[in-house]
């Protein structure tokens, strides 16, 4: 008997000799695992099922435990002896298997490029902290290991002068980790003493790259060396011989560096000073709060909602810094807001700001009681000593932090005491219309889009051909890239006469349904609001009346809606956007924006698809943002224009860091080295400019600014995520707690939600909301009370810094928060509700709302998100303590999880599922529950075309609803045993099945759907009609199918309607008209267009039969690809391989058609689809005549017939003897001719 083999590293797979063994769980692979680690020990029950399953009480545990172990016995079969258990053990035997990772183990070299497939349990990731834990350390163990046998591995085979081999297992090291400069030196010298010096050069420069880019670092001093020597033609030794030891000299000491106190810190402040004419203040700062001055009161608290401190208050002012705390990232801008604040309060007062670098304590060393000021605040209050009263004054250094805020007016310069010159200044205005950072960029004189100037000049272009024909555009790129900034800036460029609509998704937008035409239409009618026109125009076509109320948001989706199938909804929603563009384009030429399409649902990704396809002549230019993973199918249109945005040059990056900082010689290498550091993405060049100031290291100077350590000494983080995660650190407790509620919520967050998830007192949120927005983190919606984040990276970094059990927290009151909302339908809100469920491990919510989310999915037949839901139910069910409850539930969901695992083609985890129902039922022991299971199993096989299966399956369901004495499950027992004989096309067995049960399911039960994808007396009626017709026996064929329409026209289920009209294109077909067969094939593809592939077998079979080969195999071919990826035996795969046979041999290529002909004989007899070899003998027999071999025509010809005459396939029988009549007068003309 073959060993059994336990695969750990990559996909865990199970394997006796050729076989692959499945377990039924995931948790069970687990188990399997832990246990093949440590060959020959014993583990115990109680530390396996406390680490297995931790949320359970010790019993649950334990027979959660008992019940895996049950699983993996029976998957082994005939080794399950390997497992070794007793009372309080559970082991594997290290004489019955052997792993991976023994070999791996194993002391000596070891072929490492024949065992590594990847991590250890790739793709297992289970939600338990000490399962996570113990995957992660195994993970980091495992790599190390292999990298280094690898390593040892391919300096061996150098040594050994089999460089060819040594190459192919350093760079199977560089893709575990790609930055190990030895492997990297190791594929070097290989390549180099293959004579293949121009590849080993290439592998330095792409090294060096990568180092250079995400790590901001160079190559080691050794891999610099090795490549001169290979550049230079040098025959390097692999292993340079060591210095002798007498010249091994140590370095000379570094020489000493200056410390800098510990208990202070620099940073980039503001400080405003403000002056009064005596003796309007007479207040010393100890005695403020003792004297209780109403002013003094009322300016402090104006001061400190600005994130200001007063630092020096006497009777003849005040002076004030801002910038001292983390969130006053905008200290210029919020010293501005305050200052005109300030002359609102006293317009006697006489203001001046100055900008500088100043000395703080360090956070979390205590301030110290006197407070000094330094030389940026004794500049300020020098200046505004000299400004007439009702004024203010900004140095050039502070206007550079509010430029774009504020309007200035500039005024000649200011001899300052204790300066060498005068000061450049410039006159307070008042507040700019700037309400956000993308405003204010374009109101500066910066050049933030530095390198884009020709996707600039392309998407003006398109909108010029968009006058007469509508264009698409799509900037795709990686976050940070700068996408949303080109679009604001093409908008910012629109011509008069051009209207730009702003539309953006977010992560979360994903779960909902219709999620952007939803936004679309709340524009729409908010803009028709904002121009005093009516809500509704009076003429509206019905259908986009509908589509309008539909996404409206109320909750109504009326007759009209309900009637309509899948692809017909779809239509109405497309036609509603068609419109609604219109009625927006009669009088402006429309730009619309769709911002971050990654993050689209898939009914809005069909809807988007339909639409580019149909805009023709509307007056808009279409323009998408996303990243490199949106690929639509409908980017290869003509009139679809995809940009691909790449980091910028060298020479763009340093010009855009140049605009921030300034252009002076001496800092040359600087803008160098901060370009190449921040791998020349916007974003990250932004956050890591950012980053300097707000540590002090870039300040700003009269000129422009100033760099003040060397830039050796600047300690700038690594990757883009760590400088937004530094910035997150300086945030006061009170933003950073409000940031990270709004990271909880989503991407785009209401204020009424965010403020009851943040639960502070209102004046603290308020200040706290402006902090955020001061340090342009947040920005307002378009919408009133509604507010985004700036960017996904920064939520993304906030959301991950939360700790889990606060996290977790945030989810539960999301939860509580969002389902206490009125003004949002609940349906639309299930999906939100169940992933702030699932986070906040609220198990028995995630799963109530998880399968009320999935319900709506499958209803509105997005099978995707319904299969999402579900899993997400599965999920929390299984957090849950074992109860018969919980049990039942589990069933039930995986029962409804069936058909759209079905219709998505999951073959593997449809089985999965299917088992898991199963053994879930037999341990409640309810024979009417485990019939059901076994229901849809049946169903599941006989689609799949494990006929055979199908119906062993359909006879243990009905030997279950005997026991239970449940005449329904009985009659469904016996439909599915039709169905599996319908696709066997067996008519006679088929017949004697179906026709007992045509009252049953005509009269009692016409309406009856169950727990199925649709109403059972119209998938009843036209199974009985299809095996009708296959028998001849139309007329009776015609009113099954007839009145099955009818039923289905009255459920209105998309499926009914759909099933009913196809099986009606079935008996057509068969009875040789071929235009009806046509026309209710296209009739039921425009109700359910999803399931287009289900039917391309019989759909090919009607093209053939009118004469369209090259449609029929057009067809065939791109469906062939995805029916092999469903499985061998599958159905599909046969209806389609069946009919490229035919079509092959219309074609006249009979080598091919023969070749494929008989391959697939064998798998088609082995599941007794009789149909499908009658027409394969059909075949192989009409190319044997064409060939003039009669004998073999006339053999297969009669085999087909047998088959015919056998199962009652009556129009089959008819056809065949008309071949034989034709190889019987082929036979008589050859004997006349001889």
């Known amino acids: ?70 699983q993996i016995r029976r998957s082994l079969g005939a080794d399950k002896g390997i497992l070794q258990t007793d009372i309080r053990f559970v082991g594997l035997d290290p004489e019955g298997f052997d792993s991976d990772v023994a070999q791996l183990l194993a002391p000596g070299e070891t072929e490492i490029e024949t065992i590594w ?43 050994r002068h089999r460089f060819v081999e040594a190459e192919a297992v350093a760079r199977r090291c560089l893709t575990v980790d790609p930055y190990d400069e030895l492997s990297s030196r190791i594929v070097m010298l290989a390549c180099a003493r293959q004579g293949r010096r121009n590849a080993a050069i290439a592998t330095y420069r792409d090294l060096a790259d990568r180092l250079r880019t995400d790590l901001a670092t160079a190559p080691e001093q050794e891999t610099t ?61 100890e005695l403020a709060q003792e004297l209780d001055s109403s002013w003094y009161a009322e300016m402090t608290a104006l001061i400190d909602r600005h994130s200001g401190r007063v630092v020096h208050a006497d009777a003849s002012g005040l002076t004030c810094l801002f910038g001292l705390s983390g969130t006053a990232e905008n200290h210029a801008v919020n010293t501005g807001k305050a200052a005109l604040a300030l002359l609102e309060i006293n317009q006697n007062a006489a203001l001046a700001a100055h900008s500088g670098l100043v000395v703080t304590p360090a956070r979390g060393t205590p301030a110290p009681d006197n407070p000094f000021l330094g030389p940026v605040a004794m500049t300020a209050r020098a200046l505004a000593s000299m400004v007439k009263p009702g004024s203010c004054l900004f140095s050039a250094a502070a206007r550079l932090g ?62 010029k051909r968009a006058a007469t024909h509508a264009q698409v555009a799509l900037l795709s790129g990686l976050p940070g890239i700068g996408k949303s900034r080109l679009a604001h800036e093409f908008q910012r460029q629109l011509p008069p006469g051009t209207r730009a609509l702003r539309l953006g998704l977010t992560t979360h937008d994903v779960d909902f349904t219709y999620r952007l035409p939803e936004m679309l239409v709340r524009e729409w009618r908010s803009g028709r609001g904002q121009r005093g026109l009516p809500d509704l125009p009076e003429a509206l076509p019905d259908l986009v009346r509908t589509g309008i ?27 509603t956007i068609g419109y609604i563009l219109s009625d927006i384009a009669q009088e402006d030429m429309l730009v619309l924006v769709l ?51 790449d980091e910028l040059e060298q020479s763009q990056a340093e010009a855009l860091i140049a605009a921030h900082i300034g252009d002076a010689p001496e800092h040359a290498d600087i803008r160098s080295a901060l370009a190449s550091h921040a791998g020349r993405i916007p974003l990250f060049i932004e956050e890591v400019l950012r980053e300097l100031q707000a540590k002090g290291d870039l300040v700003q100077g009269y000129d422009g600014h100033i760099v003040t350590r060397p830039l050796e000494d600047l300690d700038v983080p690594i990757t883009v995520r760590g400088v937004i995660a530094a910035r997150i650190d300086r945030l006061d407790s009170a933003p950073r707690t409000l940031l990270q509620a709004f990271s909880v919520l989503g991407a785009e967050v209401s204020e009424t939600h965010l403020e009851a998830l943040a639960d502070m007192p209102a004046p603290q949120f308020r200040d706290a909301l402006q902090a955020l927005t001061s340090a342009e983190m947040l920005y307002r919606g378009r919408r009133p ?66 399968r009320i989310a999935g319900d709506r999915a499958h209803d509105l037949s997005i099978f995707q998100a319904a299969r999402r839901h579900y899993n997400d139910a599965i999920v929390a069910l299984n957090h849950l303590p074992a109860s018969e409850d919980t049990l039942r539930t589990g069933i039930e969901t995986r029962i409804r999880l069936r058909p759209a695992l079905m219709l998505l083609g999951e073959r593997q985890e449809l089985e999965r599922v299917l088992g898991e129902a199963e053994d879930m039922a037999q341990q409640i022991g309810d024979p009417c529950l485990f019939g059901r299971v076994l229901l849809h199993r049946s169903y599941a096989e006989s689609t799949l075309g494990l006929v055979r299966e199908s119906l062993s399956t359909a006879n243990r369901c009905a030997a279950q609803a005997d026991l239970c004495g449940d005449p329904y499950l009985a009659a469904e027992a016996r439909l599915a045993r039709g169905q599996a004989y319908r696709v066997q096309c067996a008519a006679l067995s088929a017949i004697d099945t179906l026709e007992p049960d045509l009252t049953y399911w005509t009269r009692d039960n016409r309406m009856v759907r169950g727990d199925h994808l649709g109403t059972r007396a119209v998938w009843y009626l036209g199974h009985l009609g299809a095996v009708y017709a296959l028998s001849g026996r139309f007329d009776q064929a015609h009113d099954c199918v007839n009145e099955a329409i009818r039923i289905a026209d009255e459920s209105a289920r998309p499926a009914d309607r759909q099933h009913a009209r196809f099986s009606r294109a079935e008996i057509h077909l068969l009875q040789g008209e071929l235009d009806e067969a046509q026309h209710d094939t296209e009739r039921a593809d425009a109700i359910f267009q999803a399931s287009t592939i289900w039917r391309t077998g019989t759909k090919a079979e009607i093209f053939l039969a009118t004469g369209e080969v090259e449609r029929a195999m057009d067809l065939l071919r791109r469906v062939e690809t995805r029916a092999a990826e469903l499985g061998q035996d599958y159905v599909l795969h046969s209806q389609v391989a069946v009919a490229l046979a035919e079509g092959l041999l219309h074609q006249g290529h009979t080598d091919e058609a023969q070749a494929r002909a008989l391959k697939l004989l064998p798998p088609i007899q082995a599941q007794s689809l009789y149909r499908h070899e009658l027409r394969l003998r059909i075949v192989l027999s009409r190319i044997a005549l064409a060939a003039k071999d009669r004998p073999q025509a006339l053999k297969q010809a009669t085999v087909a017939l047998t088959l015919a005459e056998t199962h009652g396939l009556v129009p089959d029988e008819s056809r065949i003897r008309a071949l034989l009549a034709e190889i019987e007068g082929s036979e008589k003309t050859s004997r006349l001719s001889a």
């Not at 204790?418 to 700019?432: D, K």
């Not at 409206?552 to 309900?562: C, L, N, V």
Request: charged share 25%; aromatic share 6%.
């Open 225 to 285: 060396e090795l490549f001169q020597s290979i550049r230079a033609g040098q025959d390097t030794p692999a292993d340079p011989p060591a210095p002798p030891a007498e010249e091994i000299t140590s370095p000379p000491p570094p020489a000493p560096q200056p410390k800098e106190d510990p208990q202070f810190e620099r940073r980039v402040a503001t400080a405003l000073s403000l002056s009064l004419p005596a003796p309007a203040l007479d207040v010393d700062p």
């Open 402 to 463: 509010a430029e774009g805020w504020f309007e200035f007016t500039d005024l000649a310069p200011m001899p300052v005491p204790g300066l060498s010159g005068p000061l450049p200044v410039s006159a307070l205005r008042n507040e700019t219309d700037a309400r956000t950072g993308w405003d204010v960029l374009a109101s500066r004189n910066l050049s933030p889009f530095q390198g884009r100037a020709i996707e600039v000049a392309v998407l003006s272009d398109l909108l």
């Open 595 to 645: 911002e971050d399409l990654h993050w689209i649902d898939s009914a809005s990704r069909e809807v988007l698809a339909q639409l580019v396809g149909t805009l023709g002549a509307a007056r808009l230019l279409l323009l998408g943002t996303a990243r490199p993973e949106f690929q639509p199918d409908w980017s290869t249109r003509s009139h679809v224009h995809v940009l691909m945005l």
């Open 1 to 70: 008997m073959s060993r059994i083999k336990v695969n750990l590293l990559g996909e865990f797979e199970l394997w006796r000799g050729d076989t692959r063994l499945r377990l039924p769980t995931r948790r069970a692979e687990l188990l399997v695992a832990l246990l093949a680690l440590s060959p020959g020990l014993v583990h115990s029950r109680e530390r396996l099922s406390t680490q297995f399953w931790p949320g359970r009480d010790e019993e649950q545990a334990r027979t959660s435990l008992r019940q895996a172990v049950y």
């Open 549 to 575: 109320s539909v996404l409206s948001g109320d909750g109504q989706t009326g007759a009209d809606w309900t009637a309509l199938g899948p692809s017909q909804q779809i239509h109405c929603i497309v036609e």
């Open 785 to 850: 009370g509604e507010w985004y984040i700036r960017h996904a990276l920064i939520r993304d970094v906030v959301y991950q810094s939360i700790l889990r059990g606060t996290r977790k927290a945030l989810h539960e009151k999301a939860v509580a928060i969002l389902s206490g909302d009125q003004d949002t339908p609940f349906d639309t809100m299930a999906g939100t509700l169940a992933r702030h469920a699932l986070l906040g491990e609220q198990w028995q919510t995630a799963a109530h709302y998880a």
């Open 117 to 159: 497939r990847g991590d250890f349990l790739a793709g297992h990731d289970p939600r338990e902290e000490a399962l996570e834990a113990w995957l992660t350390e195994e993970r980091a163990r495992l790599r190390s290991l292999a990298l280094e046998k690898a390593q040892a591995r391919a300096q061996s085979l150098i040594d």
